[in-house]
């Protein structure tokens, strides 16, 4: 069915806006109108009912919004329901941000898609622009001639009294397909057609739950485990544990520059000093001495422990005037590097901990001073 259309082309939305409200007036039927931009009170002047959309947006995030209520109880309740720290299975507030979530994915989507519906826009189609410049500066409003009493002089008459700077007539033929066109509809039908044997393929194929699902790229899922310990030709050492290269130092550990020896003993006791001690941490330090120094030393330091009633060679009393008069980082290097028959202790008391045990020595010194 083809109709004859008189296009008027305004140069401003004001314009457009009087000429609309005077063609409904006047009787005249208004095809449609084209703006650069949203003209503010040309829908009312056009004379059209408010947008049912509003109404497809409510109700598709209702139904999505009770769809994922329903899902997530019958998930969570019917078939799967799984123990979460001894909540209720049907925990209303964890389903509410998914239902949020999908309430807004069902609305946004049938929004849009009845849009498009409503417009009759798919892929591919294409309306010619009556007036191309609607898409830049000009404003155009259709009117259809549906009697013959109406004639174009009457419309072009009115366009004028609005200021039209160009009154033109079309014809439009109705839908043309063109042959682009005829491409992109089947095009569409083809995808349609492969949603529907995808959709059906899925429904139809029926799945084994007991066989494990086909893996990609496996070496992603399981990656190779190696025993620390066992040889490795990947590595130039030929094994899987590396030694670190030389001069690593362990991550938080403050290294020491010192030799185990006398000398280096003596200059520690001059260069390092003791970090401030708290009760706790000479709690801390008495324990440490109970469980590591005391099967030597006693547990009160005059050297009585009882490795040495077993014949270990005792060791001398740390309340003797030599242990005394030894400075804080002295002793500290002692713990560190160990003294003749004294083994080092570094490797299994930290050095934080080592002072505290320096601290507890000191306190022994003190309170079995006569
Ligand atoms: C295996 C037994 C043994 C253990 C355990 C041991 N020591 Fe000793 N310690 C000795 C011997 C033996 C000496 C004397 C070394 C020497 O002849 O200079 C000594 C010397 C010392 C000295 C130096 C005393 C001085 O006057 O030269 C201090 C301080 C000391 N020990 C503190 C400790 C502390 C603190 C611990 C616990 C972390 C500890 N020792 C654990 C055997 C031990």
């Given at each position: 069915m083809s109709r004859s259309l008189v296009v008027g082309s305004f140069e401003n939305g004001e314009d457009i806006?009087?000429?609309a409200r005077a063609a409904?007036?006047?009787?005249?039927?208004?095809?449609?109108?084209?703006?650069?931009?949203?003209?503010?009170?040309?829908?009312?002047?056009?004379?059209?009912?408010?947008?049912?959309?509003?109404?497809?947006?409510?109700?598709?995030?209702?139904?999505?919004?009770?769809?994922?209520?329903?899902?997530?109880?019958w998930t969570a309740v019917v078939d799967w329901p799984v123990n979460v720290g001894g909540k209720p299975d049907n925990s209303l507030p964890a389903f509410v941000p998914i239902t949020f979530e999908v309430m807004v994915l069902f609305a946004g989507l049938a929004t849009v898609g009845a849009l498009f519906a409503v417009a009759r826009l798919w892929p591919g189609r294409r309306r010619p622009a009556l007036v191309p410049r609607t898409t830049?500066?000009?404003?155009?409003?259709?009117?259809?001639?549906?009697?013959?009493?109406?004639?174009?002089?009457?419309?072009?008459?009115?366009?004028?009294?609005?200021?039209?700077?160009?009154?033109?007539?079309?014809?439009?033929?109705?839908?043309?397909?063109?042959?682009?066109?005829?491409?992109?509809?089947?095009?569409?039908?083809?995808?349609?057609?492969?949603?529907?044997?995808?959709?059906?393929?899925?429904?139809?194929?029926?799945?084994?739950?007991?066989?494990?699902?086909?893996?990609?790229?496996?070496?992603?899922?399981?990656?190779?485990?190696?025993?620390?310990y066992a040889a490795d030709p990947a590595f130039g050492s030929g094994g899987v544990l590396q030694v670190?290269?030389?001069?690593?130092?362990?991550?938080?550990a403050s290294p020491l520059h010192y030799l185990a020896t006398p000398a280096d003993a003596l200059r520690a006791g001059l260069e390092l000093s003791a970090p401030p001690i708290d009760q706790q941490a000479l709690r801390r330090g008495a324990t440490l001495f109970q469980t590591f120094c005391a099967i030597c030393h006693g547990d009160t330091g005059v050297g009585n422990g009882p490795v040495v009633a077993r014949g270990f060679p005792p060791p001398v009393s740390l309340l003797a005037p030599h242990a005394r008069?030894?400075?804080?980082?002295?002793?500290?290097?002692?713990?560190?590097?160990?003294?003749?028959?004294?083994?080092?202790?570094a490797s299994q008391i930290d050095a934080v901990d080592r002072w505290r045990i320096v601290a507890y020595v000191r306190q022994l010194q003190g309170s079995q001073q006569p």
């Open positions: 806006l009087s000429a409904r007036v006047a009787g005249l039927t208004i095809v449609d109108t084209y703006t650069p931009y949203a003209v503010h009170g040309l829908d009312t002047a056009m004379g059209l009912a408010p947008s049912r959309l509003s109404w497809v947006c409510l109700v598709a995030g209702l139904t999505g919004a009770i769809l994922k209520l329903w899902f997530e109880w830049d500066d000009r404003f155009a409003l259709v009117i259809e001639q549906t009697s013959a009493e109406e004639t174009t002089a009457r419309v072009r008459a009115l366009f004028e009294e609005h200021r039209a700077v160009a009154v033109t007539e079309h014809v439009d033929e109705g839908r043309t397909c063109g042959r682009g066109q005829t491409a992109m509809k089947a095009l569409n039908v083809v995808l349609a057609l492969a949603l529907l044997a995808a959709i059906g393929a899925n429904a139809a194929l029926d799945r084994d739950p007991a066989v494990p699902a086909r893996d990609y790229l496996p070496e992603m899922a399981y990656s190779l485990a190696a025993e620390s670190p290269p030389d001069g690593t130092i362990a991550r938080g008069d030894m400075k804080d980082g002295q002793i500290f290097h002692v713990l560190t590097y160990g003294q003749l028959n004294m083994p080092p202790y």
